[in-house]
């Protein structure tokens, strides 16, 4: 009898999340006037703006981790969505499933990150459920938050030409290192990097052409995804990748490669080759001191990475990558 299951890592991305995601979008029908389906939120025109909708889930173990807890980050990763898509965030949803028995001061501290992001950026958390699973049938908890955001220019995955600049605004894999660094009881200084980017989009404004935020499968795969879209060749300098020495030393220990590790709190920015040294100078100045170019678009449709030795293809990260940590 042939095996149907589904054998993919929770939470892990890649090639057979893609083509798990890929299966059920084409199994879906997909109706309107709703463009970007595959971007971080589907758009739609109103008006002389455009209404951005997205929505995750988040299964983050350990559920508090150095620099936040699930409800931060689900408050975050939904808002970062928006804010690479260039739109303001206008509300956000709430859906828990709990485990039963899980502790309740553990809940109120989570719902209280919640509350407390929320009303520091002004998204109110308008709609929501909560659902209790019996014991052994969950692993704790599960958040799922959408958004709403609206803008009058999308910035699209796709806007990509020879010539342009890629950023980083931040060292990748903070968050990722320091899931694991917590998870394996590794001592460490290392925080999670969990934060919104809208000060970062709000302060480039009109100079951006294309942004991701580097969650699941690290820089690695929003690289790719770029590529991909946008028919494109984009060549990454390894020697100017910012990496933290206690996330590349965890990174070792694992055998895990650090551009494969999310980030919460960095964007991946494309920038054309005339507005580089505007955006550098503006981020470095404002807000991110550590922001710095790592590569170089050009003709073609792969991600190289450049080594002091040689160039390799930088693939998308497969499926047996670290689960769970977003």
């Not at 893609?18 to 029908?29: A, F, T």
């Not at 975050?76 to 485990?99: C, F, K, Q, R, Y």
């Not at 806007?159 to 890629?166: C, L, Q, T, Y």
């Not at 005339?274 to 991600?303: F, Q, R, Y």
């Amino acid at each position: 009898m042939p095996n149907n299951t589904i054998k993919l890592k929770h939470g892990a991305g890649g090639a057979p999340m893609s083509d798990l995601i890929s299966g059920i979008r084409h199994s879906l029908e997909f109706t309107g006037d709703w463009k970007g389906t595959l971007d971080d939120g589907a758009y739609l025109k109103a008006g002389n703006k455009y209404l951005v909708f997205t929505t995750d889930s988040y299964i983050q173990s350990p559920y508090f981790f150095p620099g936040g807890n699930i409800g931060k980050l689900a408050v975050t990763g939904t808002v970062n969505d928006l804010a690479v898509m260039g739109a303001e965030p206008i509300a956000l949803t709430l859906s828990i499933i709990i485990e039963e028995g899980f502790k309740k001061e553990h809940l109120d501290t989570i719902i209280d990150s919640v509350n407390t992001l929320s009303k520091k950026l002004k998204v109110p958390i308008v709609t929501g459920d909560t659902k209790v699973m019996p014991k052994g049938q969950l692993d704790g908890i599960i958040i799922n938050t959408a958004g709403i955001g609206t803008t009058k220019d999308i910035i699209r995955n796709e806007n990509i030409a020879p010539k342009d600049k890629v950023i980083i605004t931040g060292t990748i894999g903070d968050h990722g290192g320091a899931i694991l660094a917590t998870r394996f009881d590794y001592k460490t200084d290392l925080i999670s990097d969990c934060r919104p980017v809208l000060d970062i989009m709000r302060l480039l404004n009109g100079k951006i052409k294309s942004a991701k935020d580097p969650t699941r499968g690290g820089i690695a795969s929003c690289l790719n995804e770029l590529a991909d879209k946008a028919k494109v060749k984009i060549t990454i300098d390894e020697e100017t990748i910012p990496i933290r020495k206690e996330t590349r030393a965890i990174c070792n220990i694992l055998g895990i490669n650090p551009l494969t590790l999310a980030c919460e709190g960095r964007a991946l920015l494309i920038v054309s080759e005339d507005d580089e040294i505007e955006v550098l100078e503006l981020l470095k100045k404002e807000l991110c001191p550590d922001a710095i170019t790592i590569g170089t678009v050009s003709p073609g449709k792969k991600v190289i990475l450049k080594t002091k030795i040689s160039e390799i293809f930088l693939d998308n990260p497969g499926g047996t990558g670290v689960p769970r940590i977003c």
